[in-house]
């Protein structure tokens, strides 16, 4: 039916663009508009001399679109994902022929692997080539003498991996969106495995690849849904189906955060830029956000926008609002470089954001509440980074605490960060007229160090971290502290200023 629909269509925009234009072919007398040539639109097109290639390592389009990527994006992809493993993989051991450097048989490296249809196609015509596909009616393709039982049992795979993936999305949904647990292990194919099994009412063989806490919540669930349980018996071998679609799920949630990370750090810049130009059209903050500062902090290609409202001392004042941003990327090459550690400013910008959000996910609040200390939660996450930049351990564990300890410490210095113009007069302006001041924030112990050696603790009465206090705001323990240090100071005759309406606004409350 779709497809009927998407056909007519696209008769109707080729009828109307040959009875307006009076062309004869609507595709091939179509102009482009970038290159002014026959045969297609625009510089999508890939045929058109301008069109750029997706690569791995583009910085964002920012334009909300997906596109379908290259054989060599892929392979790119692929070849960092590797040397990601690569660190854990040497102390593994085989579940199917017990040799160490792979997990299990999917391993190419295994002696009972099974060939994927690539690997086949590979191992007899070689690598240079070329597949192509051609669909074909199910009774032409198969024997009329097995039809009817082969799509019996293709109905039934099908039918039996979706009613389990769906219940086990369902648990899954409502145990990280009810209890607000934020764990990695939805990341990996293992932990769905082991959900799935759940769901079939079964054991979860590999229990190690659940979070703590989570059997006891499936208990209390399945008392409460008795339907969440698949009861159906699975037919031999549609494990491998569920074992492909549990792939597609962690995939899936991955997606959900990387995809979206670019789009969360375009509004914190837009947010950032509106609020030091209050009134600034919001059509310029986003000129200035998506062409200029969100490709200088990725280091892109930023472009300044142009007009009247774009001056020179305005672009002065972004570039120190993105300073902080920026620096944070290029601070990490650099004491890199330092030991010998070679790693470009793009491969650490591409996975900083995914390792800081994924140790955010294992560890919340710097893993204070798992017996963590603040270094070394973000010892864990400058590993990690390195790691999936393509890092090999031989390269980074011998050199590595040094390279930690001085990005720790370096970050605790004047260096490192920024303050905009107007902060000292107004702190000066604040004390003169006797406002008793501190600082509360969700950030480690490293703050108070930071104020005093941007020289700002002389205007601060007080600093609380939450990392010491052990409560993050919104929490309401934190800012009855503050209030106490104060000097039992009421609440009516405090005020808080902040940068977030839930943690700063509403969490005072």
Not at 112 to 136: A, P
């Given at each position: 039916m779709f497809k009927h629909i998407i056909q007519k269509?696209?008769?109707?925009?080729?009828?109307?663009?040959?009875s307006i234009e009076n062309i004869d072919d609507a595709f091939?007398?179509?102009?482009?508009?970038?290159?002014?040539?026959?045969?297609?639109?625009?510089?999508?097109?890939?045929?058109?001399?301008?069109?750029?290639?997706?690569?791995?390592?583009?910085?964002?389009?920012?334009a909300g679109r997906k596109r379908k990527q290259s054989s060599g994006v892929k392979q790119e992809k692929q070849k960092a994902k590797r040397q990601k493993t690569a660190a854990s993989s040497s102390s593994v051991i085989c579940t199917s022929c017990k040799q160490t450097g792979h997990k299990s048989s999917r391993s190419p490296d295994c002696s009972n692997h099974m060939l994927s249809k690539n690997e086949v196609f590979s191992r007899n015509l070689g690598q240079q080539f070329k597949t192509f596909t051609r669909k074909l009616p199910f009774d032409q393709c198969v024997h009329s003498s097995y039809q009817s039982a082969l799509k019996s049992r293709i109905v039934s795979a099908c039918e039996?991996?979706?009613?389990?993936?769906?219940?086990?999305?369902?648990?899954?949904?409502?145990?990280?969106?009810?209890?607000?647990?934020?764990?990695?292990?939805?990341?990996?194919?293992?932990?769905?495995?082991?959900i799935c099994q759940l769901v079939m009412d079964k054991r979860a063989t590999n229990s190690a690849a659940l979070p703590e806490g989570l059997l006891e919540n499936w208990n209390l669930f399945r008392q409460s849904h008795r339907s969440i349980i698949y009861t159906?018996?699975?037919?031999?071998?549609?494990?491998?189906?569920?074992?492909?679609?549990?792939?597609?799920?962690?995939?899936?949630?991955?997606?959900?955060i990387v995809e979206n990370f670019e789009a969360r750090l375009l509004k914190y810049l837009s947010y950032l830029i509106q609020n030091t130009f209050v009134s600034m059209t919001y059509q310029d903050v986003k000129k200035i956000a998506y062409d200029y500062c969100y490709q200088s902090v990725c280091k892109g290609e930023p472009k300044w926008?142009?007009?009247?409202?774009?001056?020179?001392e305005t672009k002065t004042t972004v570039d120190e609002a993105c300073l902080p941003l920026q620096q944070l990327i290029t601070k990490q090459v650099e004491e890199a470089a330092r030991y010998g550690i070679k790693v470009t400013k793009n491969e650490i910008t591409d996975h900083f954001g995914q390792a800081y959000r994924k140790q955010q996910l294992k560890a919340p609040f710097y893993g204070i509440k798992q017996g963590m200390t603040p270094q070394e939660w973000w010892k864990e996450l400058v590993y990690a980074t390195f790691s999936s930049a393509g890092v090999h351990p031989k390269e980074l564990d011998p050199n590595f605490d040094q390279l930690y300890n001085a990005l720790y410490n370096r970050f605790t210095t004047a260096a490192a960060y920024s303050i905009f113009p107007d902060v000292v007069s107004?702190?000066?302006?604040?004390?003169?007229?006797?406002?008793?001041?501190?600082?509360?924030?969700?950030?480690?112990?490293?703050?108070?160090?930071?104020?005093?050696?941007?020289?700002?603790?002389k205007y601060f009465d007080f600093v609380l971290a939450s990392a010491d206090v052990g409560y993050e705001k919104p929490d309401k323990v934190i800012f009855d502290r503050a209030l106490k240090i104060a000097g039992d100071v009421s609440a009516e005759n405090a005020l808080h200023v902040g940068d977030d309406l839930n943690k700063d606004y509403f969490g005072k409350a």
């Amino acid at each position: 039916m779709f497809k009927h629909i998407i056909q007519k269509k696209k008769e109707q925009t080729i009828n109307k663009r040959k009875s307006i234009e009076n062309i004869d072919d609507a595709f091939k007398d179509m102009v482009c508009k970038d290159c002014q040539e026959t045969g297609h639109a625009n510089k999508s097109y890939y045929k058109c001399k301008y069109y750029k290639e997706a690569s791995a390592d583009d910085v964002g389009t920012s334009a909300g679109r997906k596109r379908k990527q290259s054989s060599g994006v892929k392979q790119e992809k692929q070849k960092a994902k590797r040397q990601k493993t690569a660190a854990s993989s040497s102390s593994v051991i085989c579940t199917s022929c017990k040799q160490t450097g792979h997990k299990s048989s999917r391993s190419p490296d295994c002696s009972n692997h099974m060939l994927s249809k690539n690997e086949v196609f590979s191992r007899n015509l070689g690598q240079q080539f070329k597949t192509f596909t051609r669909k074909l009616p199910f009774d032409q393709c198969v024997h009329s003498s097995y039809q009817s039982a082969l799509k019996s049992r293709i109905v039934s795979a099908c039918e039996d991996t979706r009613q389990v993936v769906f219940r086990a999305q369902l648990f899954i949904n409502q145990y990280t969106l009810n209890l607000k647990v934020h764990s990695n292990h939805i990341f990996k194919q293992n932990f769905w495995y082991s959900i799935c099994q759940l769901v079939m009412d079964k054991r979860a063989t590999n229990s190690a690849a659940l979070p703590e806490g989570l059997l006891e919540n499936w208990n209390l669930f399945r008392q409460s849904h008795r339907s969440i349980i698949y009861t159906k018996n699975l037919a031999s071998e549609t494990s491998r189906c569920l074992s492909e679609a549990c792939v597609q799920l962690a995939t899936v949630y991955t997606n959900c955060i990387v995809e979206n990370f670019e789009a969360r750090l375009l509004k914190y810049l837009s947010y950032l830029i509106q609020n030091t130009f209050v009134s600034m059209t919001y059509q310029d903050v986003k000129k200035i956000a998506y062409d200029y500062c969100y490709q200088s902090v990725c280091k892109g290609e930023p472009k300044w926008p142009q007009g009247a409202t774009f001056t020179q001392e305005t672009k002065t004042t972004v570039d120190e609002a993105c300073l902080p941003l920026q620096q944070l990327i290029t601070k990490q090459v650099e004491e890199a470089a330092r030991y010998g550690i070679k790693v470009t400013k793009n491969e650490i910008t591409d996975h900083f954001g995914q390792a800081y959000r994924k140790q955010q996910l294992k560890a919340p609040f710097y893993g204070i509440k798992q017996g963590m200390t603040p270094q070394e939660w973000w010892k864990e996450l400058v590993y990690a980074t390195f790691s999936s930049a393509g890092v090999h351990p031989k390269e980074l564990d011998p050199n590595f605490d040094q390279l930690y300890n001085a990005l720790y410490n370096r970050f605790t210095t004047a260096a490192a960060y920024s303050i905009f113009p107007d902060v000292v007069s107004t702190l000066e302006e604040l004390k003169t007229r006797g406002f008793k001041m501190g600082v509360i924030t969700n950030s480690d112990e490293r703050v108070a160090k930071v104020v005093e050696n941007l020289k700002l603790d002389k205007y601060f009465d007080f600093v609380l971290a939450s990392a010491d206090v052990g409560y993050e705001k919104p929490d309401k323990v934190i800012f009855d502290r503050a209030l106490k240090i104060a000097g039992d100071v009421s609440a009516e005759n405090a005020l808080h200023v902040g940068d977030d309406l839930n943690k700063d606004y509403f969490g005072k409350a």
